[in-house]
């Protein structure tokens, strides 16, 4: 019963946050570098925040249709579709999204969030789209087992949305002569080349420390699961 709440409880939240900045959370493009090109999508922290709704949406029918035992006799639909989006994708995502934000703004938070944003984006927003994203993915790791896919399954996912998203930064910026973040207007091309390689990498070292840490929490149910599959494949 908890299991469902708390992933109530993250649906909630997070779809609240979504809403909340899609509709209430207007900057002045002439107060920042902001601009108005490609709306609330442009920004990594409000994708993340709309995959983090439909993660724990999907764990919430789980909850309710679905199943979190080590080996089902049948694993739902939904099962795997949990299992996959927090392994791929919520996991690795919201820890990139915290860590880089909080680190950027710990150095100069001119270059991530602006001071002139504070007037237009209120600090419990902030804290739900850069902080309970990390705090809600970890409660749900240590909490729920999942089985994450074969890894060059679950990269293969993680790249392409990372990729994808370099290259609609990357449209915004030709099309408008404007950055989404303030830190890609003060490095040159060569470095923000290297910027990128290192966020890419960045994030499949998270992907590999939810692995790991998944393993070491759900070791018995990992074990289990795996000699059930050997088994069913001879």
Known sequence: MWKLLFHLIGAIQFSYGCYYDFMY??????????TPYGGKLKYLTYLNAMLQTAYFTVALLNDIIGTDEPMPANKPFIRRMKDAIFSA????LSMFVGITFWGIYAVDRELILPKAIDAYFPLWLNHVMHSN???FVLIELVSTFRMYPKRKVGLSILTLFMLGYAIWIHTIYFKTGSWVYPVLSVINWPVR????????????SLYSV???????VWSKEVESTVRSGKKKAK
């Open 193 to 204: 080349v290297l910027f990128y390689i290192f966020s890419l990498g960045f994030a499949w």
């Open 25 to 34: 959370v207007r900057i002045p493009s002439t107060s920042t570098a902001v």
């Open 133 to 135: 994203i990390v705090v």
């Open 89 to 92: 994708l919520a996991f690795p």
């Open 210 to 216: 939810g692995e790991t840490l998944n393993t070491a």
